[in-house]
Nanobody, 125 residues
Framework: VQLVESGGGSVQAGGSLRLSCAAS????????LAWFRQAPGKEREGVAR????????LYADSVKGRFTISQGKAKNALHLQMNSLEVEDTGMYFC????????????????????WGQGTQVTVS
């Protein structure tokens, strides 16, 4: 699965951004799509995940109530609506596809995903 992110940019704290990820339709047998982020000097962390077939969503505690993950109607597009952005949300955001376990927070583990986009930068000041 090829993944291409877009929509990053710079925004003031309290503002909003909407990220998008376009997924190729071939080899589309992954049950989960997710957004990860990585700040300089820090490990990549799971932000949100959505089930491709049941649209079940999971969020990191740090973004609950502020971020919303969704799929496009054709289910080959992924979005992340980010509201009330904080300086701590700054980082490179990646979309990922895979078949992670949904137990014990495994959905947040990068190694559980097979396909990655190149990332899009989000800077909150």
């Amino acid at each position: 699965v090829q993944l291409v992110e877009s929509g990053g940019g710079s925004v003031q704290a309290g503002g909003s951004l909407r990220l998008s990820c376009a997924a190729s339709r071939d080899k589309y047998n992954r049950n989960s799509l997710a957004w990860f982020r990585q700040a300089p000097g820090k490990e990549r962390e799971g932000v949100a995940r959505i089930g491709r077939f049941n649209s079940r969503t999971l969020y990191a505690d740090s973004v609950k109530g502020r971020f919303t993950i969704s799929q496009g109607k054709a289910k080959n597009a992924l979005h992340l609506q980010m509201n009330s952005l904080e300086v701590e949300d700054t980082g490179m955001y990646f979309c990922a596809a895979g078949n992670p376990s949904l137990y014990h927070g495994s959905w947040k583990v990068p190694a559980e995903y097979d396909d990655w986009g190149q990332g899009t930068q989000v800077t909150v000041s």
